[in-house]
């Protein structure tokens, strides 16, 4: 039996919302297996469903930067929002945003390339930086993408400063329709990703291992109701379409409208340029998903300064 230590319980309660005894109890129930005690606590309704839960916010800033039809993104994080807002570290941002245009998402070749104008790598600008600002940073993560022909838009939200901010979407549609249209849809679909945060395109995107976990999870709920097996599966079909609907971006409804399929909005723009329009792919960047926010305790912090 895995020991269950007061770290384990709290992870478990930032993960899920759960009570702390609800906690305790999940973790005992499965040998201390963080994700099967968050299973556990849904199959019980006592944590929420969705995909998102227990991400937390993290300082630092989204870079984005598109060149013709290829962008890049990149997060870098650091411990305060004070340092986010400081020129240096915005021009890091930056400059780290257009290596990763030029050098694709992998990690490790964007942090071994040259950072310009400083006879140093990515990585060792990173720690000059941490020395020079006094604060902790980190290169977390970076994507990349391209469309051959059609466009590829973006959006930034919560933007601070050109380029930067906190959400980041990059959106590529496949077309040989008209570019300014396909521009002002592109832009669009960029800000519903970024309003609903889908996990894929398609259901065929879905990483079947997750989908399989879904699958168990709402299998065991529609087993605690005591209703026959064929009415079961019945059951669970109908919410893995409402599964569908709030993680795969084409089943999502369109944030604009508030009406229309994703996959309708598609069809429609198809039509409107007399040519097919399909979405090749998208990239999101939400600063701090998943990341643990460093806990302050406000009343210590005021007594300390006041020397108490």
């Known amino acids: 039996m895995a020991e269950i230590t007061a770290a384990l319980v709290k992870e478990l309660r930032e993960k899920t919302g759960a009570g702390m005894m ?50 890049a993104m990149v997060e870098v994080n650091a411990e305060t929002d004070f340092v986010a807002r400081n020129e240096i570290f915005q ?27 400083t006879g140093r790598s990515v990585d060792e600008e990173i720690t000059h930086q941490i020395a020079t600002i006094g604060e902790n940073m980190m290169l977390r993560r970076a994507e990349s993408l391209s469309v051959e022909t059609g466009v590829l838009a973006s959006y930034l939200h919560g933007a ?11 959106v590529a549609l496949q077309s040989e329709g008209d570019a300014e249209k396909l521009g002002e849809l592109g832009k669009q679909l960029a800000m519903h990703i970024a ?47 409402k599964f569908y609907e709030e993680v795969c971006l084409v089943d999502q409804t369109f944030v604009i409208d508030g009406e229309t399929r994703i996959s309708a909005v598609l069809e429609n723009a198809s039509k409107e340029l007399g040519t ?29 300064a006041a020397g108490g």
């Open 160 to 170: 601070l400063a050109d380029g930067l901010g906190k959400i980041g979407v990059l």
């Open 22 to 71: 609800d906690c305790k109890k999940a973790l005992s129930e499965n040998d201390g297996d963080l994700d099967a005690s968050v299973d556990w606590l849904r199959t019980k309704g006592l944590a929420a469903a969705a995909k998102k839960a227990g991400r937390a916010a993290s300082e630092g800033l989204i870079g984005l930067m598109v060149d013709g039809n290829k962008g």
């Open 195 to 241: 309003a609903t945060k889908p996990l894929a395109v398609s259901r065929d995107d879905l990483d079947p291992a997750e989908l399989e976990r879904e699958r168990a999870v709402l299998s065991e709920q529609a087993r605690e109701s005591g209703k026959p097996e064929e009415i079961i599966e019945k059951m669970v079909e109908g919410r893995l379409r």
């Open 91 to 117: 021009d890091l941002v930056g400059t780290i945003a257009g290596v990763v245009l030029s050098t694709g998402g992998d990690m490790d070749a964007i942090k071994a390339a040259d950072y310009p104008e």
């Open 276 to 304: 097919p329009v399909s979405l090749a792919g998208f990239k999101l960047l939400v600063l701090g998903e998943g990341v643990e926010k460093k806990e302050e305790d406000f009343a210590a912090e005021v007594a300390a």
